[in-house]
């Protein structure tokens, strides 16, 4: 897999993009590799577009802006916005604050979403709009509102994190390290795949990499353990993955020696975690190559692909 290192002179650094890594199409993540393997039906979709991906649920957003103010604090102040009062629980609600924000009166957005005399109307739309004007305020700027709540567990999980000393240590291990580094290589295959690393450090010296990667979870740290012990989540194939990239994107062959963490966030408790990885990944990235080259494959040939997908040409309307 890949070109053997032939010198001594390797650079480890962070390439500039102009396009947006999750916009970024034709190219194979991690998350889309696991779809692959799980529903290849639901992949070929995502894939030609022909499906848009699930809506990000609100433990997935949690766990984002977790990262965010971890690894990136400076970019988390400038993205979140503190919002004050209450998130919609509701679709009429959220549709309320859209109504609001195209500009209708609080009355006409109440009314248009609600069943209410309409001499009750406005004194409800006030008293919703109340609840509800930081969220509108947060959309207004363009920027994903964090509650009261989540900002008081955010803060709570930034204190374990820096007060974890097995933490510390591990994060400042090697004598250099970069947060969200994002690669894009073109696997032996040819197929163009792309990935983004929570924190990778290394050793140029000793030829050593450390890649770390955070969890959010609601599982408790025994049942996280637990069951990336078993494999029964994609936690070690994604460090094989990351392991894939920075190897094919940096050359990091022969003597480099390669270390994992987890850094397990308890999403309820704020509790912090460290985990080593020990497990040997070589038989993990060898079945990845399976994979990528049997996409690969399906996509030279054409395969699950409908005919104007393929050829570009719809016989069934054209001249119509």
Known sequence: MGTEETNNTIEIVRQIYQDDYYKLKGHL???ML?????????FWDLWYGRKEPDPESAAMAFGKMVHSAIL????????????????PKSI????????????KTLTDAYMANYRVLPKDAPAKAKELY????????????GKPPISEEDMSRINTILTNYKDHQGVQ????????????LEVRF???CGLPCKSKLDRIQWDMKEKRVWIIDLKTSSHNPTQFVREVERGMNSYLQQLAYYTMAMKETYHLYNDWIFEYYLIYIG??????????????????IWKIDEDICAIHEKIERGENQSRVERIGVDFETRGR
């Open 186 to 188: 073109q696997h032996d």
């Open 72 to 87: 990136t604090p400076e970019e988390f102040q400038n993205e979140y916005s503190l919002m004050e009062g209450s998130m």
């Open 169 to 180: 240590e591990v994060i400042n291990k090697g004598d250099n390290a970069m947060n969200e």
């Open 130 to 141: 109340n609840e509800l004007k930081g969220y509108i305020r947060c959309k207004q700027e």
């Open 92 to 103: 009429n609600m959220e549709k309320f604050c859209e109504a609001v924000i195209e500009g």
């Open 29 to 31: 993540n991690h998350s």
């Open 267 to 284: 999403s309820r408790t704020c509790n912090v975690y460290l985990v080593r990885v020990g497990e040997i990944l070589e038989d993990r």
């Open 34 to 42: 696991c779809i692959y393997q799980e529903d290849p039906v639901l």
